[in-house]
């Protein structure tokens, strides 16, 4: 039984309207992450990216049916995020994120990834450089610490690749709390339309 399969079969184990919307939305290419970047959104996401590029796998991409993200998160896991990113990113079928009410942290990264970027008039985006924490002696706290500045790195790259925001930029704001409303969002390019405002809500449905 595939992953898609699986998710249905619990789902249809309950009646009701929500499971229902979820169901639908399975079916129809449409993912939901109204929650924080964890492990789970490998099954959730990365898996089900890869089972309908797998599906479209003789199709020409224009005539690929688009997968569309839609995120509610406060962000959460980062190496996970660096892999939905890369799911994203390498998809060969289209992949659309649209920006809910609040995509914070990672699930900013996550946003920006979109090969096309939508987000509502009030969507609040946050853009900030993590934090972690560690308990380890003192050298292989170094490394951990290296890694993590490494990670970093990567993170700062995938933004100036994917949005307008340059590495000045992001020096001078990554140790801030840098919220962003939908307009600015737009500015630096990290989505590319405001439903209601640049396109019809038509297009995310």
Known sequence: MSIIEELLFEINKDDGIYNEIIKNHLNDRRIIINQEITDDLLENVCLMILKWNSEDKNLPVDKRKKIFIYINSDGGDCVLGTQILSQITYSKTPVVTVGFAKCASMASYILAAGHIRYCFPNTIVLYHDGQTGYVSSGNKGKDIQKFYDKLDERMTK????????????????????????????KERHIVDKIIGIDCDIDEII
Do not use: V
């Open 158 to 185: 995938f933004m100036i690749e994917h949005t307008d925001m340059t590495a000045d930029f992001i020096e001078e704001i990554k140790d801030r709390e840098y919220y962003m409303f939908s307009e600015e969002a």
